[in-house]
């Protein structure tokens, strides 16, 4: 059984799709932890309700970005990957050190292309005609790392943002899954 750990800082649409796909332990996979750095966020009920343990972190009450990744180091429990799913920061070198092309992230738009938080809504507003997902290993830049799977969406003319978006997440609840169950099966290195 390989040992998972999701970071979310939202609504947790990705966070409830991984555990869809790994509640039966047929999987293999296994969610030890969500960490959440929004006290309110909406995920954290989702985590609750599936009985899934909880980090939470408070950047602010830490004081720091170093000092709120080791808050986070030393409560984590051993883990085979880090998913970031809507995770809204940029880790620096504390978590990325220990845990080196252990740590992924979805993002919603097909990289290099439409990079940080609004990438589904800049694609759309460049009218772009196809966007995307991509899942990559995450560095220290802003969705910068290797690209590990791309999954294309075409933007169907006369689709609104908000239908664009529902497509987006439709493709990420299936990319995602697939792409850890590959990387804890050594699919990459």
């Known amino acids: 059984m390989k040992n998972i750990a999701i970071f979310a800082s939202g ?10 796909k790994f509640s039966d332990a047929a999987a293999g996979v296994h969610i030890s932890v969500l960490v959440c750095d929004q006290a309110g966020a909406p995920v954290l009920t989702k985590a609750q309700a599936a009985g899934i343990p909880i980090i939470k972190v408070d950047y602010r009450a830490c004081g720091s970005k170093a000092k709120a990744e080791t808050t986070i180091l030393r409560q984590l429990p051993p883990v085979d990957l880090i998913v970031l799913a809507g995770y809204m920061r940029i880790l620096g070198p504390t978590l990325l050190n ?8 979805l993002h919603p738009a097909l990289l290099p292309s439409f990079p940080g938080r609004t990438g589904i809504a800049d694609a759309y507003n460049y009218g772009v005609r196809v966007t995307g997902i991509t899942v990559h290993y995450v560095d220290s830049g802003i969705d910068s790392g290797e690209i590990i799977a791309q999954e294309p969406v075409r933007i169907v003319r006369g689709e609104s943002l908000a239908e664009l978006e529902v497509a987006i997440h439709a493709a990420e609840h299936k990319l995602l899954p697939a792409v850890v169950v590959e990387l804890l099966n050594g699919g990459e290195e």
């Not at 220990?98 to 992230?105: F, G, S, T, V």
């Open 11 to 20: 609504t947790g649409s990705n966070f409830a799709a991984l555990v869809a």
């Open 98 to 105: 220990a845990y080196p092309r252990q740590i992924i992230n």
